[in-house]
Nanobody, 121 residues
Framework: QVQLVESGGGLVQAGGSLRLSCAAS????????MAWYRQASGKPRELVAT???????GYADSVKGRFTISRENAKNTVHLQMNSLKPEDTAVYYC???????????????WGQGTQVTVSS
């Protein structure tokens, strides 16, 4: 019913930038919080950044000042601008969204398929 499709991953040198995008499609009423998580090889998935429908943002300490999350609510899209990338940012990045598909308006959790970000030193 609801799909999240990420794009924008790839290989970049340390100090470089990448912009990830995630678009939601399908039948739903609205989207609450959208977020980006990442999972490095052999490590648990961790929260990177969040943004509510009202525009409130939150960031992991490790990415503050380097990453910026933004949304285009009319397009049901969330972006993650990643600057000053470091090798330790290498991971699979996942889009996450709390999506209301029906009444009562309780959001369900949806995930994208993930996109690989590799930062070389």
């Amino acid at each position: 019913q609801v799909q999240l499709v990420e794009s924008g991953g790839g290989l970049v040198q340390a100090g470089g930038s990448l912009r990830l995008s995630c678009a939601a499609s399908g039948r739903f009423i609205n989207i609450n919080t959208m977020a980006w998580y990442r999972q490095a090889s052999g490590k648990p998935r961790e929260l990177v950044a969040t943004m509510t429908s009202g525009g409130t943002t939150g960031y992991a300490d490790s990415v503050k000042g380097r990453f910026t999350i933004s949304r285009e609510n009319a397009k049901n899209t969330v972006h993650l601008q990643m600057n000053s990338l470091k090798p330790e940012d290498t991971a699979v990045y996942y889009c996450n969204a709390g999506v209301v598909v029906n009444f009562p308006p309780v959001p369900d959790d949806y995930w994208g398929q993930g996109t690989q970000v590799t930062v070389s030193s």
